[in-house]
């Protein structure tokens, strides 16, 4: 399907990362529209989750760069990155088992003023 010509909500160019010993994003590009809704997929260690961190703010890419609707953006924290409506529900290991996954979500939202 072909792009649109207006700026994408969120769209990563050539964003990388690396760990020691391992380079877990390597100059990964994504352009995402509104009401899109995309999936990653890949084995384990594939860098899915560093990414979505790239993204949520909790890392910071070594090298590319973020647009949030045509701008440059540098995300700094899960804060600002929810203050843009971006959200992330983190593997199973954080979430609380006996909660549903909507409730789950409502948590980590907090407090709305």
């Known amino acids: 399907m072909p792009h649109s010509t207006s700026p994408a909500r969120l769209e990563l160019r050539a964003i990388s990362k690396r760990y020691p010993g391992c380079l877990a994003n390597d100059r990964i590009d994504l352009r995402i529209q509104p009401g899109e809704i995309h999936a990653l ?5 594939a860098g899915k989750s560093t990414l979505m961190k790239i993204i949520y703010g909790v890392t910071q890419p070594d090298s590319g760069a973020l647009f949030w609707q045509g701008q440059a953006l540098r ?12 959200g992330m529900v983190f593997q199973h290991f954080s979430l609380f088992e006996t909660l549903t996954v909507a409730e789950n979500i409502a948590l980590a939202l907090g407090r709305q003023a």
């Open 41 to 45: 997929l890949g084995e384990n260690g």
């Open 75 to 86: 995300v700094r924290d899960p804060a600002q990155a929810r203050g843009l409506g971006i």
